[in-house]
């Protein structure tokens, strides 16, 4: 975290029924419409929970019994998004990627478009690091009427994202990725059009504190239907202001010099494999040929005060991951590669 965002955390919280605090939370909704590039009718729910709560209520109160949605599964996120249609008795279909399978156009070409209502995909699939092809997949919904959701969680802020030119219908992020912030809220920003189709006029069964109805009306008017976590909400304004001042681009280039400039340095001091699919500047993932992804991550932290991202299941050997976002800089990646050649 940014020391200006390690700051608004150290105050005390206001009382945030008042207009002030209202004006906070829209000043919050118009640049989150800015960084999503959504238009400025897109609608906010601003969400106390971590991300899977978002994404809990965007598909629970998106779609229902009548839906069948499509999930790309190509990791532990995308299993989530599965697991919630079972939860919320969605139907639905998996296109399950192996772990080191890129998503291709060859993958949308078996698959009839014409029975589903919906795609559920998250952009960076973050136990993998694949990004994946958004030209593909909103092409695929353009071209079935599909109502597009896609978890920009891990994505947004450090990799390209164009909710309106892309066709998203809603955009799921949370304060904790790439924003760089405390966690304890997350977002669901829905465009016009599926607010009044597929929202503004249901009461879905089965979702009460995640209802995204009644968030985005409380938001209208700059408020939640429940407390909210106010300390995230005055971190998420202040840093998303810094933004702004310095332009969402700016952003998207230091992080994505800092993979690849990471990425170069691991080829060419460490025999550590960098996987070829295309790849978020959020992390990089690391493989081991010869294993001791645990040993590693023990090392680091013990004898370097580093931390990395670890892996679980059959990968927990083999494989970790490093992150490229927030407030790191070109020194803790250098540090972290010499760390690594030895
Ligand atoms: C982190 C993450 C989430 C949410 O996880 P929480 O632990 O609930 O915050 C969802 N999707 C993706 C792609 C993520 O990286």
């Given amino acids: 975290m940014d020391p200006e965002t390690l700051a608004v955390g ?19 909704r118009d640049r989150i419409q800015r960084v999503c590039r959504a238009s400025a009718s897109s609608r906010l729910a601003v969400i106390t929970g971590s991300g899977t709560a ?19 599964n190509g990791g532990g996120f995308g299993e989530r998004f599965s697991e919630l249609c079972r939860c919320h008795s969605i139907p639905y279909n998996e296109l399950i990627l192996a772990h080191d399978e890129e998503l291709d156009a060859a993958h949308f070409e078996g698959v009839d478009g014409r029975q589903y209502t919906g795609l559920l995909v998250n952009v960076h699939e973050t136990s993998t690091g694949q990004l994946y092809d958004m030209s593909l997949i909103s092409g695929f919904c353009r071209e079935y009427g599909l109502t597009l959701v896609v978890d920009a969680i ?28 405390s966690p304890g809220l997350s977002f669901v920003l829905v465009n016009e059009e599926t607010w009044h189709s597929r929202i503004a ?7 009460f504190y995640l209802d995204l109805r009644d968030h985005i009306m409380n938001m ?7 407390t909210p976590s106010v300390g995230v909400v005055l971190q998420v304004e202040e840093k998303l202001a810094r933004v702004e001042a310095r332009g969402v681009s700016y952003f998207l280039h230091k992080t994505r010099c800092l993979a690849e400039g990471f990425r170069e340095d691991i080829k060419k001091r460490t025999n550590l494999v960098v996987p070829g699919f ?12 010869d294993g001791g992804a645990e040993k590693c991550f023990s090392r680091l932290r013990d004898d370097h005060g580093l931390i990395v991202t670890p892996s679980g299941g059959e990968n927990k050997d083999k494989m970790i991951r ?9 020194d803790d990646h250098d540090t972290l590669v010499s760390a690594l050649a030895v």
């Fill in 10 to 28: 150290a105050e005390a919280l206001p009382y945030f029924r008042t207009d002030e605090f209202s004006e906070k939370m829209v000043a919050m």
């Fill in 54 to 72: 978002a994404m809990e209520a965007a598909v629970a109160s998106m779609f229902g019994g009548d839906d069948r949605v499509l999930v790309i």
């Fill in 154 to 181: 891990s994505s947004l802020l450090a990799d390209d994202y164009r909710m309106d030119e892309w066709g998203v219908d809603a955009t799921i992020f949370s304060s904790h990725k790439a924003l760089a912030v």
């Fill in 201 to 207: 006029g249901k009461r879905r069964a089965g979702v």
């Fill in 220 to 226: 209208e008017r700059g408020q939640t239907p429940f």
């Fill in 278 to 289: 295309r790849i978020s500047n959020a992390l990089t993932p690391l493989f081991f040929p």
């Fill in 322 to 330: 490093v992150g490229h976002m927030g407030n790191l800089t070109q």
